[in-house]
């Protein structure tokens, strides 16, 4: 069974940095690209980011690039993104979550886990 | 970026009715279109993948249809436990994104 487990979120100021933790069992997670996915408060789904499984490829939402960088260590099966030079509108829930299949992006994310708050506050 | 939209953004039913909910893209995304159930409190749930595949351990109640720009959730007879938010996803290229959401409440 997938598990997925997030860290690292909490209150930090705005302008300031935060690495969230993604520690994945249960899969192949070398095989897998991952996303990471947020949700403000009161909003919808947002894709932020998404890693391929051996981090050739790497992707952003315009909303965070040059501030969030994705990364992946596959021998500790952990995914992680480092947010720097945080905004208030960064406020969020933060989910990773795996790819249906392995090997392509096209086929929904089948695998979520239960998320950690990050709150960018003054 | 290809923009998605959703119709209704909420809706109110009773159990049993059927619902459906639309889904468009702003360009073709072929069938790479996706749908989420989403409950406060727990994760989003993948129902249906490629436009029209169900989701392993998915009710048969949920179905989906369309290619290019338009889509179809459907709900063929509403559980209690179909109360929630449906969100479509686009996985055609990045940025892979989200519609705004249909929530569904009880009447």
């Known amino acids: 069974e997938v598990h997925l487990v997030e860290s690292g979120g909490g209150l930090v100021q705005p302008g300031r940095s935060l690495r969230l933790s993604c520690a994945a069992s249960?899969?192949?997670?070398?095989?897998?690209?991952m996303h990471w996915v947020r949700q403000a408060p009161g909003k919808g789904l947002e894709w932020v980011s998404g890693?391929?499984?051996?981090?050739?490829?790497?992707l952003y939402a315009d909303s965070v690039k040059g501030r969030f960088t994705i990364s992946r260590d596959n021998a500790k099966n952990s995914l992680y993104l480092q947010m720097n030079g945080l905004r208030v509108d960064d406020t969020a829930l933060y989910y990773c979550?795996?790819?249906?299949?392995?090997?392509?992006w096209g086929y929904g994310m089948d695998g979520w886990g239960q998320g950690t708050t990050v709150t960018v506050s003054s | 970026d290809i923009q998605m939209t959703q119709s209704p953004s909420s809706l109110s039913a009773s159990v049993g009715d059927r619902v459906t909910i639309t889904c468009r893209a702003s360009?073709?995304?072929?069938?790479?279109l996706n749908w989420y159930q989403k409950k406060p409190g727990t994760a989003p749930k993948l129902l249906i993948y490629?436009?029209?595949s169900l989701e392993s351990g998915v009710p048969s109640s949920f179905s989906g249809s369309g290619s290019g720009t338009d889509f179809t959730l459907t709900i063929s007879s509403l559980q209690p436990g179909d109360f929630a938010t449906y969100y479509c996803?686009?996985?055609?290229?990045?940025?892979?994104?989200f519609g705004p959401g249909t929530k569904v409440d009880i009447k």
């Open positions: 360009q073709s995304i072929s069938s790479f």
């Open positions: 490629a436009a029209s």
């Open positions: 249960g899969f192949a997670f070398d095989d897998y690209a």
């Open positions: 890693i391929s499984w051996r981090s050739g490829t790497i």
């Open positions: 996803q686009q996985s055609y290229t990045a940025p892979f994104t």
């Open positions: 979550a795996k790819v249906r299949y392995s090997g392509s």
